[in-house]
C-alpha cells in the first residue's frame, strides 16, 4: 500500500521559490551546453572576506552545540555592530542567530499572531511563508515615483479598516527586488504610523552594507521599540551558503525573542558551531571589511548604474537603484510589440529572453506584482566578483569603475545587459 498524498492545505499547490527554481535551471541548461546570463538568483558574487575565512579555518574543530540563542561571543558581536554602525543599544539575550536571516523571518511570522503586510513587489518567500503559517497578507500599493516602496499615506490607509489588529510589517531596504532604499525622512514617517498603529516592524536590512552611499540607516533609530533588525552573512559578506542570519530584539519585545527562541530550540536547535565563530569576526569589521565593503559598493554602483541607463535607453521604466544587486524593468511600453510576438506577461517575457538571448531572469509575478504586468527582477551578479575586486582601480576617496573595467571584470552580466537592450531595441 502507498501512503496517500495528504498534503497541509496551506501547502497544497506550493512551488518551490521562484529564486531557487531559476537558479537549477541555469545550471541545468548550462550542463547541457547552452549559454546562459544567470541574472535570475540574487547571490552575492564577491569571496567571503579572507579574514573571516581564516577565522573559519581556526574553528573548523568546534563540534558541540552551542546555545539556541547562538553562540554568546557572536551575539555580543552582533549588538557591538548595530551599537557602532546605527548607535543602537540591544543586550546580546535579546539577539538570536539563526541558519539564515530566512528562517528567523519565517519563525516570525510562526509565532507572532499578526497579519503580515509587504510592498508590492517584495521578496519572493515573504508571502509563501505567511501562506504555509496561515497568516493573512496585505500587498501594499506602490508606484515608481516612491521607488516601489512603503509609503506612510499606504500604510496607513492599510491599518484604517480593523484598527486594532496585530500587523507586522516587513521593510527590506536596499530592495530586493527593486535595488531602491529608504532614506531619514520616509523612515521617520513610517515610523510615526508603526508607532500609532502598533505594528511590529521587521527591518529586513540584509543588503543595508551595501547601500551605494554607504550611508545605511535603521527604522529602528525611530522605531525602536517596536522594530526586531534582520541581518546577517548572505550579501554583504557572500557567504549565502554559510547559512547565519541575526535577529535583535529591544527589551521591549524581549518576549518576542524567547518565543522564538524556544521554537528554535525544538527545531533547527543551533546554528553550525564553525560558523558562528568566523561570524564573530564578520561582525567585529575592521580595516580589512571596510576596505572589502568600499570596494564592492564601488563595484555595483558602477554595475547597476551602467545596466540602469541601458534598460532605459531601451525603453523600459526603471527605478535608480540605490543599493544592492537588483533591477526592476517595467517593459509596458513594449506592450504592443510584445503581444505581436505573443508575450502578453511577465513569465512570457522571461521565457522568450531565455530563449533568444540567453539572459535567465525572474517575473514581477514572482515577487507580487499582477500577473499581466510586463516587468521582470535581474540579478546583476554573474561575474567573477574575487577578479573584480582585486582589478577595481583606485580613485580619488575610494575606488571607481568605467564601461571599461566593467566590460572587462564584469562578464557575462554586462554582456547579458546589451543583449536584453539589444532585442529590446530590435522589437
Known sequence: MSIPPLLNRNVRGLEPSATIAINEHSQALQAAGQQVTRLGLGQSPFPVPEVVV???RAHAHEKDYLPARGLPTLRRAVAG????TQGLEYAQDHVLIGPGSKELLFLVQLVYDGELIIPAP??????????IVGRSLTWLETD????????????????RQDPERPRLLVLNYPGNPTGTTYREPQLREIAEVARRNRILVIADEIYGELDFSGEHRSIARYYPEGTVVSGGLSKWCGAGGWRLGAFA????????????TAVASETFTAVSAPIQHAAVRA???????????ARSRALLRALLEHGWRALRAAGAEVCEPRG???LFPDFEAHRAALARRGVHDGAALCRRLLEDTGVASLPGAAFGRP????TLRLALVDFDGAAALAHLPRAEGGYAADDDYLARYCQPTVSGIRALSQWFEGL
Open 283 to 293: 561582525f567585529q569589521g575592521g580595516a580589512e571589511i571596510d576596505d572589502y565593503l
Open 324 to 326: 544592492g544587486f537588483y
Open 54 to 56: 581564516e577565522a573559519l
Open 371 to 374: 500577473d499581466g504586468e510586463l
Open 144 to 159: 515608481a515615483r516612491s521607488g516601489l516602496g512603503v509609503t506612510p499615506e499606504r500604510l496607513e490607509a492599510a491599518c
Open 122 to 131: 517584495s521578496w519572493v518567500s515573504y508571502a509563501p511563508q505567511a501562506r
Open 249 to 260: 530584539f529591544p527589551a521591549e519585545l524581549g518576549w518576542l525573542a524567547d518565543a522564538m
Open 81 to 84: 555592530y548595530l551599537a557602532r
